[in-house]
């Protein structure tokens, strides 16, 4: 089994930054990309970021030029650097994992909560 721990969310103001983490663990037997994804409150879960394992990076529109997502390979560990933050980013933030067999992990989530 892959457990997923996120960690980094909290409450700011618009127009400052936060770094989430998500740490992957367990029967890791290799990984296609890894991602994270977003839900706000009566919205759909939408992705935010996803980063391949050949470390192609894509970004949801409302997203490009603020945030940045990364990995370390050693680490089993993807990042999301979110700068400029808006309230319209409030959301929480959940992390996936897509093993080479294409089965999705996720993890339990993490509140970030922008206010204007």
């Known amino acids: 089994q892959v457990q997923l721990v996120e960690s980094g969310g909290g409450l700011v103001q618009a127009g400052e930054s936060l770094r989430l983490s998500c740490a992957a663990s367990?029967?890791?037997?290799?990984?296609?990309?890894m991602g994270w994804y977003r839900q706000a409150p009566g919205k759909e879960r939408e992705l935010v970021a996803v980063?391949?394992?050949?470390?192609?990076?894509n970004y949801a529109d409302a997203v490009k030029d603020r945030f940045t997502i990364s990995r370390d390979n050693a680490k089993n560990t993807v990042y999301l650097e979110m700068n400029s933050l808006k309230p319209e980013d409030t959301a929480v933030y959940y992390c996936?994992?897509?093993?080479?067999?294409?089965?999705?992990?996720w993890g339990q989530g993490t509140q970030v909560t922008v206010s204007s």
């Open positions: 996936k994992l897509r093993d080479p067999w294409n089965t999705n992990y």
């Open positions: 367990g029967a890791i037997f290799g990984i296609n990309a």
């Open positions: 980063i391949t394992r050949g470390g192609s990076r």
